[in-house]
């Protein structure tokens, strides 16, 4: 079990510049989430993919937010146009589907946007 | 989503066993009620979940009260590693998680 990774862990941008983050999930996982969290609080819920389908999009992410998860493997979150309050730590996770419904999260990927 | 109600902080003793609760009164029937935690600088850990009976693994046991409005999360013996945010989460098979604030753990040597 080679866990959830994600990449780059760390990333400073110019304002108005795009990022684009990547996540790998567990192999036999089909299920891919992206979170969002900000200094003090919990993460935040953006996004999830079942295989390649993205069943649900939160309000929180903006139409300068774009998710992917072309063959339902590995997922890309892609920034467009960057502001400063986009600096958060976005988090992956992945899960198989139903069951217990455990999820195992990456060690996250932190925005600066300066 | 079913809200939770968790303490901002707790201090234990290290060696010394520390209960962690949460409150969650709308809690719908099926949903299982898991528990996570985050060191500083890292994603959530899977710590434990349960649905109905408590249960326990190596890392800890989770209490369920009998209505399953709250539930407690019992670290037998804190250890200085164990000093992280404790998050309570209800959630139905098949959704997304929604976490709170959570509980902010200190241990003291």
């Known amino acids: 079990d080679t866990g959830v990774s994600q990449d780059p862990r760390h990333k400073i941008t110019k304002r108005g510049q795009n990022v684009t983050f990547r996540c790998d999930p567990i192999?036999?996982?089909?299920?891919l989430y992206w979170y969002r969290q900000t200094l003090g609080q919990g993460p935040e819920f953006l996004t999830y993919f079942q295989n390649e389908a993205q069943l649900e999009k939160s309000r929180l992410l903006s139409d300068r937010f774009s998710a992917e998860r072309p063959k339902g493997s590995f997922s890309t979150l892609e920034i467009q146009r960057t502001e400063q309050g986009d600096s958060a730590m976005y988090l992956c996770a992945s899960s198989l589907r139903g069951g217990r419904n455990t999820i195992y999260f990456g060690e996250g990927s932190w925005l600066t946007v300066v | 989503d079913a809200k939770t109600t968790q303490p901002n902080s707790m201090e234990s003793n290290e060696e010394e066993p520390v209960h962690l609760p949460c409150n969650h009164s709308t809690i719908s029937g099926t949903d299982y009620i898991h528990w996570y935690r985050q060191l500083p600088s890292q994603g959530p850990e899977y710590v434990i979940h349960g649905l109905t009976s408590n249960v326990n693994n190596r890392m800890a046991s989770l209490a369920i009260a009998e209505d399953r409005k709250s539930s407690t999360l019992i670290l037998h013996r804190a250890t200085l590693r164990d000093a992280a945010v404790y998050y309570c989460?209800?959630?139905?098979?098949?959704?997304?998680?929604?976490f709170g604030t959570g509980t902010s753990l200190t241990v003291i040597p």
């Open positions: 989460i209800p959630s139905n098979t098949g959704n997304q998680f929604y």
């Open positions: 192999s036999e996982h089909n299920r």
